[in-house]
């Protein structure tokens, strides 16, 4: 899993430079968010548009493009492929970036590029909002402060050594009138997070203030070597990761349903003509996505099983290797929900892709034995699943797949079973230690050991 580290404060605090420097001794990736809303702002204001004219600040981002790149080591920012790095660094363009933030369409526009970001990189993101909004999971929340007169003393000297003309007073004028916009705004307003570390640099040299947060980083994540190949593994209060319960706000369009169970039902009527197929306990599956589906595995037919059972498309695991074969294959699967996984290297990176499927409101399948059984019998369980399962905190529904024989054949018999779900809050698992996974992987295989007869 990666660690994402949300740094908030007021204007003029410094989180940049001091996000740079902490960044480059932990080698992570630093994320400028207060650059992006600027890039914004400077396109508004370079088109004559008035940042608090929201009605004509939202179609002026049809069309652009706002990115940041990595060019040795350092950040820039890029607008419609123009570096304005130095260009968005002014008063002006300070207080334009205060006014289009508080424009809820502003704020969608960047909120994806900086969540993917966070996604697949050890990162530190800066900002106003990061760890109450764009990053309410990091695992290190920093709020950074200084007084409104140091924090002007700071950005005038900044000021002067690039030219800029602004006197000590505009600029204080500035800070504070972007203090008060900053923390009065109606979306997403600047505030200490709840479990954030507060760090006062009024008082402190650079060096100083670096060193307290690459501490308290330090302190808050814990790093052990998987001895294998030089990988990490996270923990935190002895967790192996911090739950992220997923919304089910987010539902499939209807022409993906409407398609999906067209096929679906097509699907069925061939297996009937095929298989001597049917299919117990559809009540237990829910109506809605966001489940996870835990089955037994008895053959490479039983994602479709499994999916011809559920009304909401289910996306599945599917070993690498599968995805360098001829390209009309790997898109196939893609297309049917595949995603690859590298099976026995500890791929974590597929966690967050499992939860990211779950969180746009498709379904889940796993196979916890992680192999097919040839005779049928459930074998052992990986915690996998019961990993996926208590991060997103979401519903399990077990599958037994029963057919006689290793391999099916054609009029074999086949009965698919959907037990009743298993939700990880109504059994106690709250979070990630091993104990919690103990306790709901044992339940999963329990569950489907006594599906499969």
């Not at 890029?78 to 968005?88: Q, T």
């Not at 966070?118 to 950074?144: C, E, H, S, Y």
């Not at 996306?315 to 099976?343: C, D, Q, W």
Request: aromatic share 8%.
């Amino acid at each position: 899993m990666k660690i994402n580290v949300a740094l908030d404060g007021p204007s003029g605090a410094g989180k940049s430079t001091i996000a740079k420097a902490v960044a480059k001794k932990l080698e992570y990736v630093y994320v400028d968010t207060g650059a992006l809303y600027r890039a914004i702002a400077y396109h508004v204001i370079s088109s004559g548009i008035d940042p608090k004219d929201e009605a004509a600040v939202v179609p002026s981002l049809d069309g652009i493009k706002v990115s940041l790149e990595y060019v040795g080591g350092a950040q820039q920012v890029l607008l419609n492929g123009e570096n304005v790095s130095d260009k968005i660094r002014t008063p002006e363009i300070s207080m334009g970036a205060s006014a289009v933030s508080a424009i809820p369409k502003v704020r969608e526009f960047l909120f994806e590029l900086q969540k993917d970001i966070a996604r697949k990189n050890n990162i530190i993101m800066d900002g106003r909002d990061i760890g109450t909004v764009v990053l309410p999971k990091a695992q290190v929340k920093i709020f950074l402060t200084a007084t409104a007169e140091e924090r002007a003393n700071r950005r005038f000297k900044e000021l002067q050594e690039k030219g800029d003309p602004s006197t000590y007073e505009q600029v204080l004028e500035d800070i504070k009138q972007r203090d008060y916009n900053d923390t009065h705004r109606d979306i997403a307003p600047l505030k200490k997070a709840e479990d954030a570390v507060e760090v006062d640099s009024t008082k402190m040299t650079l060096d100083e203030v670096i060193d307290a947060i690459v501490k308290i980083i330090k302190e808050k994540t814990e790093k052990s070597s998987d001895g294998g190949e030089g990988k990490t593994t996270i923990r935190t209060s002895r967790e192996l990761m911090p739950a992220r319960p997923i919304s089910k706000k987010k539902k499939l369009s209807v022409f993906k349903i409407f398609f999906y169970n067209f096929l679906r039902y097509l699907t069925i009527f061939v297996y009937h003509c095929y298989y001597n197929i049917k299919w117990e306990g559809k009540e237990n599956v829910p109506k809605d996505g966001g489940n996870i589906f835990a089955s037994n595995h008895r053959s490479y037919q039983d994602p479709v099983f499994t999916a011809l059972g559920c009304r909401v498309p289910i996306s599945y695991m599917a070993k690498e290797e599968l995805f360098h074969k001829n390209i009309f294959f790997t898109g196939l699967i893609k297309l049917f929900g595949a995603f690859p996984v590298v099976r026995g290297k500890g791929d974590m990176q597929v966690i967050d892709t499992s939860i990211e499927k779950l969180e746009k409101g498709r379904n889940l399948e796993i196979f916890p034995e992680g192999t097919r059984s040839k005779d049928g019998k459930v074998g052992k369980g990986k915690t996998g699943v019961a990993l996926i399962a208590a991060v997103a905190q979401t519903k399990v529904i077990p599958v037994g797949i029963n057919f006689q024989g290793e391999k099916l054949k054609f009029r074999s018999k086949v009965v698919v079973r959907y037990g009743k779900p298993i939700i990880p809050s109504e059994i106690g698992v709250k979070g990630t230690s091993a104990k919690d996974l103990k306790v709901i992987k044992n339940e999963i295989m329990k569950s489907i050991t006594e599906l499969v007869h």
